[in-house]
């Protein structure tokens, strides 16, 4: 089906532990992001893709590291799980940020606990 | 980075009712989206709007780039219009970030 899917939707890991989350968009999107989403802090942005091999640090960066090998692919990984980064991740993708045909669409989200 | 403030951060609402939400940016944004979130988490693009007007059925969006806020009007408010309302904006010379706002969470009773 079109669309953006993450995976898994729902993750259960221990602390120290690697764990990535995948992101597989069917547009050809340029744009990739990922979010956290916390209460009280809104969606925060960790890292963004412009294009396949392009990738920048969002707002709260530490502690993740992506990779951008295919236009499709976002895997956003924890290199090892904290408790701070239990949280619900939302990846999503737009055409372009800068015309008004691209809005942006995300997945339904990964929700994370680390034990 | 850009600073992106919504307000206000919470809104209970009567069926019937129309609301103003509003969003205020640190800085004129090129790109500027609203966004609903359902009490399921799900994550729906409402509008694109860095300058302009726009309506899409019950709700419209203003946004005045020269002094960097924008306002999501809901008229004629339904329970479906519960959740959470989020703005985010970008500069074309920051690249991507696309930054959002602490939302806005709309309560609307029957």
């Known amino acids: 089906d079109a669309g953006i899917t993450q995976s898994p939707r729902y993750k259960i890991t221990e602390t120290g532990r690697q764990v990535t989350l995948m992101c597989h968009q069917t547009?050809?999107?340029?744009?990739m992001f990922w979010y956290r989403q916390d209460l009280g802090h809104g969606l925060r942005l960790i890292y963004y893709s412009a294009a396949a091999d392009i990738t920048d640090k969002g707002e709260v960066p530490d502690g993740y590291v992506v990779s951008r090998s295919k236009t499709e692919n976002f895997p956003l990984t924890l290199e090892s799980a904290t408790r701070s980064q239990t949280s619900v991740y939302f990846c999503?993708?737009?055409?372009?940020?800068?015309?008004?045909?691209?809005?942006?669409?995300f997945g339904n989200g990964t929700r994370l606990t680390v034990t | 980075g850009i600073q992106v403030e919504q307000s206000p951060p919470d809104l209970i609402l009567q069926e019937g009712a129309n609301s103003t939400l509003r969003c205020n940016f640190s800085?004129?944004?090129?790109?500027l989206q609203w966004f609903h979130q359902n009490p399921w988490g799900q994550l729906i693009n409402l509008f694109y709007?860095?300058?302009g007007t726009k309506q899409n059925g019950r709700l419209s969006a203003t946004t005045v780039a020269t002094e960097r806020y924008s306002l999501l009007y809901i008229s004629s408010s339904q329970t479906t219009d519960s959740g959470v309302y989020f703005c985010a904006g970008a500069l074309y010379n920051q690249g991507g970030k696309l930054i959002f706002g602490q939302g806005t969470e709309l309560s609307v009773k029957p």
């Open positions: 999503a993708s737009s055409e372009s940020l800068w015309s008004s045909g691209s809005p942006l669409h």
């Open positions: 709007i860095p300058s």
């Open positions: 800085d004129s944004v090129n790109n």
């Open positions: 547009w050809s999107h340029s744009y």
